[in-house]
């Protein structure tokens, strides 16, 4: 079964701390994706990164970062000096490999709030 | 490109009242998904396509319906609408191929009361 934990609910950080959000996923599939997408306050829901699980290399995207380790199931993101602009609800998810039904499975959420 | 496109935006339906959500998209994606989002519960899959012709049901397909009569479109039913259908829905595609995919593209989401 697939399934993708966000442990964190919601999180408040003051303006230019670091933050990191936590993901966990449960899949058996040899290859499969991760991804993580912002939903901000107007609730379109943006997409910000896409890993393959054969690709631990991890990421920056400018104050983005992303922390891909496969010996402990974990995706994490973290926000380098938090911007009021980051605070939003972000949501990781697992991605199957095609032609095994449904293809994306979705945590929860985290709640970020930046306090100015 | 105008990507994923739902309508309406918003809307408020009497208990028992029906109404489709419309959702399309211009980017020749092979799989499309209906999700609801509710406090706490994150995105729920509803119903979702593999492509044209093919729908399968989600974790949570009760009181809605789908078809797949075309690639781009993907419309929701809802039928004798209740109260517990009060919910942000969200249409998404993506393109899923033995040698290529991607992420999910999402609607702007329709807000839906029901009274």
């Known amino acids: 079964a697939q399934k993708v934990t966000q442990a964190q609910t919601e999180i408040s950080v003051v303006e230019k701390e670091d933050v990191t959000l936590d993901c966990v996923y449960e899949?058996?599939?040899?290859?499969?994706?991760l991804f993580w997408y912002k939903q901000p306050p107007s609730g379109e829901l943006v997409f910000l990164i896409r890993?393959?699980?054969?690709?631990?290399q991890n990421e920056i995207s400018g104050r983005y970062s992303w922390n891909f380790q496969k010996s402990t199931s974990s995706f994490n993101f973290t926000i380098t000096a938090s911007q009021v602009v980051d605070s939003a609800v972000y949501f990781c998810?697992?991605?199957?490999?095609?032609?095994?039904?449904?293809?994306?499975?979705f945590g929860t959420g985290t709640s970020l709030t930046v306090i100015p | 490109n105008a990507g994923v496109t739902q309508t309406p935006k918003f809307r408020i339906l009497k208990i028992g009242q029906s109404m489709t959500l419309q959702c399309t998209q211009d980017?020749?994606?092979?799989?499309m998904y209906w999700y609801r989002q509710d406090p706490g519960m994150g995105l729920r899959l509803i119903h979702y396509?593999?492509?044209?012709?093919?729908?399968d049901k989600g974790e949570v397909p009760n009181g809605y319906n789908v078809s797949r009569s075309t690639t781009e479109d993907f419309p929701l039913r809802l039928e004798l609408a209740a109260p517990s259908q009060t919910s942000v829905y969200f249409c998404?595609?993506?393109?899923?191929?033995?040698?290529?995919?991607?992420?999910?593209?999402f609607g702007q989401g329709t807000r839906l009361t029901v009274v």
């Open positions: 998404a595609s993506s393109y899923n191929r033995d040698r290529g995919d991607t992420e999910a593209f």
């Open positions: 998810a697992l991605g199957r490999r095609p032609n095994t039904g449904n293809q994306f499975y």
């Open positions: 980017m020749n994606h092979n799989y």
């Open positions: 396509s593999v492509g044209a012709g093919i729908t």
């Open positions: 899949t058996r599939d040899t290859t499969y994706y």
């Open positions: 890993r393959n699980s054969f690709d631990e």
